[in-house]
């Protein structure tokens, strides 16, 4: 009765053969060499430590700005890092002031008679004012104090290279700061100086 299963056996071990055959033959045959296959292990191992090394910094960071939230504020520069002993930031003008000498040693700051003037973002820059020309439509009453809120007054014309300068750059219809008194029925600028009929 054993003798019968021989031929059975004979064939799975055949087929076994044939499969540990097919399995080498594959290894040898790969498309890529085997140090490919470790240069690629070995990148991914250096990409998992990366991100470790990474989000250890964060959370070693996130610790230290919650320590000292103080410290983390400014960053501008090796001067602007100066604080007092009790924690607090010095003062808004010590910080314009070297914010202001940093801006006045770049190239594209304006020098005139060996003073720098500087205008925020958006603002042009004439003879030693800042120009701002909003976009939004307001009344003369929101005007104003849109200006006030910036810190700035809306615009007086002194003379007229001013009045030339800003007939080149307005493109679109601007409030000025004129103004009618209401008991002298009299055009006067908000500042208080009387209109000049000749500009």
Same mark, same amino acid.
């Given at each position: 009765m054993?003798c019968?299963?021989?031929?059975?056996?004979?064939?799975?071990y055949?087929?076994?053969?044939?499969?540990?055959y097919i399995?080498?033959?594959?290894?040898e045959?790969r498309?890529?060499?085997?140090?490919?296959?470790?240069v690629l292990?070995?990148?991914w191992?250096?990409?998992?430590?990366?991100?470790a090394?990474?989000?250890?910094?964060?959370v070693?960071?996130?610790?230290?700005?919650?320590?000292?939230? #103080?410290q983390?504020?400014?960053l501008?520069s090796h *001067?602007?890092?100066?604080y007092?002993?009790? =924690?607090r930031?010095? +003062?808004?003008e010590?910080f314009?002031?070297i914010?202001?000498?940093?801006?006045?040693?770049?190239a594209?700051?304006?020098?005139?008679?060996g003073?720098?003037?500087?205008?925020?973002?958006?603002?042009?820059?004439h003879?030693?004012k800042?120009?701002?020309?909003?976009?939004?439509?307001q009344?003369w009453?929101?005007?104003?104090?849109?200006?006030?809120a910036?810190k700035?007054?809306?615009?007086v014309?002194h003379? #007229?290279?001013e009045?030339?300068?800003?007939?080149? *750059?307005?493109?679109?219809?601007?409030?000025i =700061?004129?103004h009618? +008194?209401?008991?002298e029925?009299?055009?006067i600028w908000?500042?208080?100086s009387?209109?000049?009929?000749?500009l």
């Amino acid at each position: 009765m054993g003798c019968p299963m021989a031929p059975e056996i004979a064939n799975l071990y055949m087929e076994a053969f044939e499969l540990q055959y097919i399995y080498e033959n594959i290894l040898e045959h790969r498309l890529c060499p085997r140090w490919h296959w470790i240069v690629l292990q070995v990148g991914w191992a250096g990409n998992i430590i990366l991100v470790a090394a990474v989000i250890a910094l964060g959370v070693c960071v996130m610790n230290k700005n919650s320590q000292h939230p #103080e410290q983390g504020a400014m960053l501008f520069s090796h *001067n602007a890092h100066k604080y007092s002993h009790d =924690g607090r930031n010095k +003062t808004l003008e010590d910080f314009k002031s070297i914010l202001k000498q940093k801006l006045c040693e770049a190239a594209t700051a304006s020098t005139e008679n060996g003073s720098c003037h500087l205008c925020p973002v958006t603002w042009l820059l004439h003879r030693h004012k800042c120009y701002w020309f909003s976009k939004s439509i307001q009344n003369w009453m929101q005007s104003k104090g849109d200006c006030v809120a910036k810190k700035s007054q809306l615009l007086v014309i002194h003379d #007229e290279e001013e009045k030339e300068f800003l007939q080149k *750059n307005i493109v679109e219809k601007v409030w000025i =700061g004129l103004h009618v +008194t209401p008991q002298e029925k009299k055009w006067i600028w908000i500042n208080d100086s009387p209109l000049n009929r000749t500009l």
